[in-house]
């Protein structure tokens, strides 16, 4: 089956910057979107970004301007370059991936295990 494996993670002070990658592995056929959740403690997990094959990246709100999905298709994996933190995005990030299997009917979304982001001074 599918594995998702995050990275990059850690501690960074207010208006640092952190660069997330997540590479999947598996008998894929194609991957039609990889992107990043976030969960802080006490709240519910939310979208961060978003890329699907073929539409513009999507972003919360929050990350607009300061965050940037990109993907290497070739090595399967998705980043995410987060600058001008801020305390607020201080949270566990997930990556998700929709992802067509070799030998299986039809695409389905897995989760990666989740890396600590905390921004504090």
Known sequence: QVQ???SGGGLVQPGGSLRLSCAASGNIFSIYAMGWYRQAPGKQRELVAISTSGVVPNYADSVKGRFAISRDNAKNTVYLQMNSLKPEDTAV??????????GTPAPRTYWGQGTQVTVSS
């Open 93 to 102: 990030y997930y990556c998700n991936a929709v992802i067509h299997l070799i």
């Open 4 to 6: 998702l494996v995050e």
